[in-house]
């Protein structure tokens, strides 16, 4: 069996001139990095805005599992089954951390025959938007220290600073560091540490500009830190707004690539809906929009944290939202989240299923619960039995849910098909569309709300200085502000071994953050940390690369 590395690289890819033409977009309409990536001029919003959107399909899924969802996979192989049943159809995802890729998770470019190519170049670098991204965030992390060196005149509290810097790469002996050692001329000495670069809030204000303009005024509000006097000091305080939005010139412009089957694919942007918003670009999913009559998009991790940000913090500032849900889950997941052991997954358990099933079905109430219809897709495997499949159908259509067994992996667009079909007649049965919560409601009842509702808390315990911040940040006029919640993927709750669908729980909220910029309120629940670690073996041990420049190992 061809791994997903070798299985891109034997691909036939289209000139991305040829893909773009597919859009409508001319060669004056595009920027070449080589033969087959390309970033769309902003120039082009001007003669596609006045066009009526797409429909616009959101896939996310239950709670991950070491045993696999296949969301990403999921998403190529419905838009290219779009695409082979004649729609116009387009895919928007977020870019990879380097991170990940070399960590435990790997890559974010799909899987099998279902892939956004060239796989390679996406997950190693791409066209250096996340570079940016550091670059911008560690530009300001040095202005602020320099500030205070030469005498601070803003009066900057060096015990609140609040901006950390950044590294797209998971290094646990940066989560908590003190810099300016070494003397008076290195500055002066405190305590910070470093984020993963994907959880820094220029990437959050990358993926909620509505252009650049909007882009400057966001950098502008970033809160850096606190006076002696107690007041917020923001990167318009400091003038460089104009500076830090120039390394932006080329990064907010959406890049385009495309599918094994050369269906056009937007990859722009790449915050973890676990400790940031985790949705792809505004700006890439508003050009989509325009250009395709069906946009097929992700939302990271499970629905709990991904689509539940999708909606409250994206659609909010996008004016747009989904037509229909898709919520990718396994077999083999749900048996995991009904109590059975990896090794066990192989072997046929309907009581496992069902016990795992809760998991799932508390994220179709959750997305119905916003007005949307939901799709269950079953990301097939060999080892699926007719007896859990057909229990699995029964239970999601018992709770309006309909159900397609996806087999993008193995066949590409026409193994999801029939996932297309029960997409589209979804689009006729969406509801009154809402939000979960008012984002004028107090800060506490915004995240008490999506405990309850959505995770299924019993409620809220908030740390004595989680507190405290609520209340300055209320104090300040901060608060009418989405929540953008930080907490394990793995569970509705803050505890990571707490499988299935849990009851009976609290969750913890110990730290708030002001993204001010971002335009939302971070709620770091639990032991979630914003710089993950890498395991014991990492994916780079088996990452190479030979002297005619060809990768193995990546996934």
Same mark, same amino acid.
């Given at each position: ?28 309409? $595009? ?65 990879? /951390?380097?991170? @990940? ?29 996340? *570079? ?16 205070? *060196? *030469? ?68 950098? +502008? ?26 390394? %932006? ?18 990859? *722009? ?5 676990? $400790? ?45 939202? @989904? ?42 109430? +959750? ?18 039995? #007719? ?18 067994? /996806? ?27 809402? %939000? ?6 107090? $800060? #506490?009842? #915004? ?13 809220? +315990? ?40 849990? /009851?009976?729980?609290? $969750? ?11 335009? %939302? ?35």
């Amino acid at each position: 069996m061809k791994s997903d590395v070798e299985i891109a690289q034997a691909a036939t890819m289209l000139p991305i001139t040829k893909v773009a033409a597919e859009l409508g977009l001319t060669e004056d309409d $595009i920027e070449l990095y080589g033969k087959y990536k390309a970033k769309v001029s902003l120039k082009v919003w001007d003669r596609v805005k006045e066009r009526p959107n797409g429909k616009l399909v959101l896939v996310t899924a239950i709670n991950p599992t070491p045993a696999g969802e296949g969301k990403t996979t999921t998403t190529v192989g419905l838009g290219d089954a779009f695409h082979k049943l004649g729609r116009k159809s387009i895919i928007a995802l977020r870019e990879p /951390s380097l991170g @990940p890729c070399f960590g435990v998770k790997g890559g974010a470019a799909g899987g099998g025959y279902a892939q956004v190519v060239p796989m390679e170049d996406i997950n190693l670098h791409f066209t250096g938007d996340i *570079h940016a991204v550091t670059t911008a965030n560690n530009l300001l992390a040095a202005i602020i220290d320099n500030h205070i *060196h *030469h005498g601070n005149e803003l009066g900057i509290d060096i015990r609140r600073i609040a901006f950390r810097r950044v590294v797209d790469l998971n290094d646990r002996a940066l989560r908590s560091t003190i810099v300016a050692l070494g003397g008076k001329a290195n500055g002066m000495p405190r305590e910070t540490g470093f984020d993963i670069a994907v959880a820094s809030e220029f990437m959050a204000i990358l993926c909620l500009a509505a252009d650049l303009e909007d882009f400057k005024a966001r950098v +502008n509000r970033i809160v850096v830190g606190y006076s002696y006097a107690d007041k917020p000091v923001t990167v318009a305080d400091l003038k460089v707004a104009g500076a830090l939005t120039a390394l %932006f010139k080329d990064a907010i412009k959406p890049n385009l690539v495309q599918t094994l089957e050369g269906t056009p694919a937007f990859v *722009h942007g790449g915050p973890f809906a676990n $400790i940031a918003h985790g949705c792809n670009t505004l700006m890439a999913s508003k050009f989509a929009l325009k250009l395709a009559d069906v946009l097929v998009t992700e939302a990271g991790f499970g629905a709990d944290l991904g689509a539940e940000k999708f909606i409250d913090i994206k659609c909010r500032f996008a004016g747009f939202q @989904p037509d229909a849900v898709v919520i990718v889950a396994t077999v083999r997941a749900l048996k995991m989240h009904g109590g059975v052991a990896k090794a066990d997954l192989g072997k046929e358990n309907v009581e496992a299923l069902e016990k795992g099933l809760a998991n799932l079905q508390k994220h179709i109430e +959750n997305v119905q619960s916003f007005g949307l219809p939901a799709v269950v897709a079953v990301n097939a495997f060999p080892t699926d039995t #007719k007896a859990e499949l057909d229990r699995l159908v029964q239970i999601c259509t018992g709770i309006g849910a309909e159900v397609s067994v /996806s087999e993008v992996w193995a066949r590409g667009g026409e193994g999801g098909v029939d996932l297309a079909k029960k997409v589209e007649a979804a689009f006729a049965k969406k509801g009154d569309f809402k %939000f979960l919560y008012d984002v004028n409601a107090p $800060i #506490k009842e #915004k995240i008490n709300t999506i405990a309850t509702k959505i995770y299924g808390a019993d409620g809220v +315990n908030f740390t004595a200085a989680a507190s405290k911040t609520i209340d300055q940040l209320t104090a300040m006029g901060l608060d009418k502000t989405p929540i953008c919640m930080a907490k394990t993927q793995y569970s509705f709750s803050d505890d990571a071994t707490k499988l299935g669908r849990p /009851s009976g729980f609290k $969750i913890t909220v110990r730290e708030v953050r002001a993204s001010v910029g971002a335009g %939302f309120l971070v709620a770091i629940a639990g032991e979630i940390m914003t710089m993950p670690g890498l395991p014991k073996k990492p994916a780079a041990e088996v990452i190479d690369i030979d002297n005619n420049g060809v990768i193995g190992g990546l996934f």
